[in-house]
């Protein structure tokens, strides 16, 4: 499998280096040459002509797959029913993933007000597969309405244990974004 250095765009904001830690069991990721992965959430101001990371974290595998399991059934159906059909409308656009369209919906990300980015690395490698990609807010919109009651409520208490960020931030970020993709 193709890996490289760790792109830029997947640093952590504050320190301007990969990930450190998984957010929720703070296993050290660089260290752990395990796998992992960056998810950075992002808010484009046009006025001000600034994009700033509303939230961002990297989850161990493990941590990831627990989250995944604890989700409710019918919304893990739908979201995974959703990536595959909308994979396979897209199976004839460019093989090469592109950080600069949405994976989704194949619209330039430089539209979106809202997107996110999502990485797959292993200690201070990523690894290129369908990661890493990009996911606009029509996208994100699309699968938010996929969600059951249940999983909003999970998402909500997953933003209230684990955003530390400024409160402006916390009020901007949806819950239904944190669905993990
Ligand atoms: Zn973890």
Redesign the pocket.
């Known amino acids: 499998m193709k890996e490289s250095d760790i792109d830029p765009r997947f640093y952590n904001s504050e320190t301007r280096k990969p990930f450190e830690s998984?957010?929720?069991?703070?296993?050290l990721l660089q260290e752990s040459g395990n796998d992992?992965f960056v998810e950075r959430i992002f808010r484009r101001v046009p006025n001000l002509g600034v994009t700033e990371a509303i939230f961002e974290y990297g989850?161990?595998m493990?941590?990831?797959e627990q989250m995944r399991k604890e989700l409710s059934e019918e919304s893990r159906e739908k979201v995974e029913g959703y990536f595959e059909q909308r994979l396979a409308e897209r199976s004839h656009a460019a093989s090469e993933p592109s950080m600069e369209v949405c994976l989704l919906t194949g619209t330039p990300i430089g539209d979106s007000i809202e997107f996110s980015y999502h990485g797959h690395c292993r200690g201070d490698r990523m690894i290129h597969s369908i990661f890493p990609y990009a996911v606009s807010d029509v996208a994100m919109e699309e699968i938010s309405a996929l969600l059951s009651d249940e999983t909003i409520d999970q998402l909500d208490d997953f933003k209230g244990k684990y955003f530390t960020g400024p409160p402006e931030y916390a009020d901007l970020l949806n819950p239904k974004r944190l669905i993990p993709l």
């Open positions: 998984c957010l929720v069991c703070s296993t992992y989850m161990c493990q941590c990831a």
